[in-house]
């Protein structure tokens, strides 16, 4: 019999805090951890402020905005995910039924629209005025692709000591049509062992997914690292083989099958929320500038 535990969800970024309180509030009402991770992301995904995920999202290069999403639960071990996804608000829910309604674990592209529409999801308009009016000032001006791009990744633990995570963003504005980073890949944008520990990842997709970093984090914690070292050591693997990574942005995030949390990056910037207690709170994540070749 499972030992009982007191809930803690950790998010990224600044805008964690509306999430993990969202979530937090689930939870206490007794609902699932998978939904508490779905709906805590979906306050985020439906945030038209918020330009890095969901409505309102950067578009590709072809003013298009393309979103990916994933989920995964901690008591089976399964996974949903999208990428690629066109005109529809929420994809973590869509990838939550990938994992509860397919054999699959991930669909993408117009693949992934056609089953959400199949699901009851309606087709919308993903563009506000604000993030077609950027696209067209970055028309005319030809730069390159923006990478100031915040994925929300979300992991929580409930009462019954189980665990999920899910992540979910437009990735990098004005990108190649068809690019997927980090974060509907298992793996790499999250990661979650029941028996150990979850983990999430932020930043730049393409570098993050080369180190498989969530799987990393959560490896290293079964190794007994503990959160906050888990992180730590999973930045310094990165920056010992790629030093000019240094320059870029990646954040991690880390919550233990025992409630325990932790956060690291390679630049100052990166904050995360954690609710324990009824109570959610922002912090700076520890940042990494040393490159030390990893035991």
């Known amino acids: 019999m499972k030992q009982a535990h007191s809930p803690v969800i950790i998010a990224t970024w600044r805008f964690g805090k509306e999430a993990v309180e969202h979530a937090g509030e689930l939870l206490r009402n007794g609902h699932s951890v998978l939904d508490a991770v779905e709906k805590g992301i979906n306050v985020v995904e ?9 409505f309102g999202g950067r578009p590709n290069a072809d003013g298009v905005v393309e979103l990916d999403a994933a989920i995964m639960h901690g008591p089976t071990h399964d996974a949903g995910a999208v990428a690629g996804l066109r005109h529809i608000k929420r994809p973590i829910s869509v990838a939550r039924l990938v994992m509860e309604k397919t054999p699959h674990a991930m669909l993408v ?26 696209w067209k000032t970055w028309l005319e001006n030809r730069q390159s692709a923006d990478d100031s791009h915040d994925t929300i990744g979300l992991a ?28 509907p890949l298992v793996g790499s944008g999250l990661y979650v062992d029941n028996d150990v520990g979850a983990a999430s990842a932020t930043g730049l997709g393409e570098e993050i997914l080369k180190f498989c970093s969530s799987f990393l984090v959560v490896e290293l914690m079964r190794q007994g690292l503990s959160p906050q070292e888990a992180c730590e050591q999973t930045i310094r693997r990165i920056l010992a083989k ?19 949390t932790g956060a690291a990056a390679c630049r100052p910037g990166f904050q995360y929320a954690v609710w324990r207690e009824d109570h959610a709170e922002l912090s700076d994540a520890v940042i990494v500038a040393s490159i030390q070749q990893p035991q």
Do not use: M, W
């Open 46 to 54: 439906l945030e038209p402020a918020e330009k890095s995920v969901g």
């Open 109 to 134: 592209g117009d693949g992934a629209l056609q089953f959400a529409i199949q699901q009851g999801f309606q087709q919308e308009h993903l563009l506000t005025d604000e993030s077609r009016d950027q």
């Open 156 to 183: 929580a633990l409930d009462t019954q000591g189980d665990l999920a995570a899910g992540c979910s963003t437009s990735g990098i504005g004005y990108k190649l049509p068809g690019r997927v980073g980090d974060s």
């Open 242 to 260: 790629k030093p000019q990574n240094k320059d870029i942005q990646i954040g991690l995030i880390a919550l233990s099958h025992t409630g325990k």
